[in-house]
């Protein structure tokens, strides 16, 4: 497995940018698919953003088309995730997760711990 450590997360004004990192441990991370997942206050954990291994295919929740940007650094062991023109409902615990390239929790056996994200109006 996978392990997994994000960063990034804090307190922005709604309209602004954050990025979040996602520094993963273990030689097999060019080889999966890695994702980010939300749950915000009192909610499911949905699905955000996915990308393939090879970093040329990825797929959004309609939520953050157009707003957030996945992308990964093989040779850095890291999946990174732009966040513009931020929303209050933007604000939850943002996590980062390895295994097949798919949109629902089961297609990942490995989780970071969390960063959160709050947007304030």
């Known amino acids: 497995q996978v392990q997994l450590v994000e960063s990034g997360g804090g307190l922005v004004q709604a309209g602004g940018s954050l990025r979040l990192s996602c520094a993963a441990s273990?030689?097999?991370?060019?080889?999966?698919?890695m994702s980010w997942f939300r749950q915000p206050p009192g909610k499911e954990r949905e699905f955000v953003s996915r990308i393939n291994w090879s970093g040329t295919s990825t797929y959004y929740a309609d939520s953050v088309k157009g707003r957030f940007t996945i992308s990964r650094d093989n040779a850095k062991n890291t999946v990174y995730l732009q966040m513009n023109s931020l929303k209050p409902e933007d604000t939850a615990v943002y996590y980062c997760?390895?295994?097949?390239?798919?949109?629902?929790?089961?297609?990942?056996?490995?989780w970071g711990q969390g960063t959160q994200v709050t947007v304030s109006s």
């Open positions: 997760a390895a295994g097949r390239p798919g949109v629902f929790q089961y297609d990942y056996n490995s």
């Open positions: 273990g030689r097999t991370f060019s080889s999966v698919g």
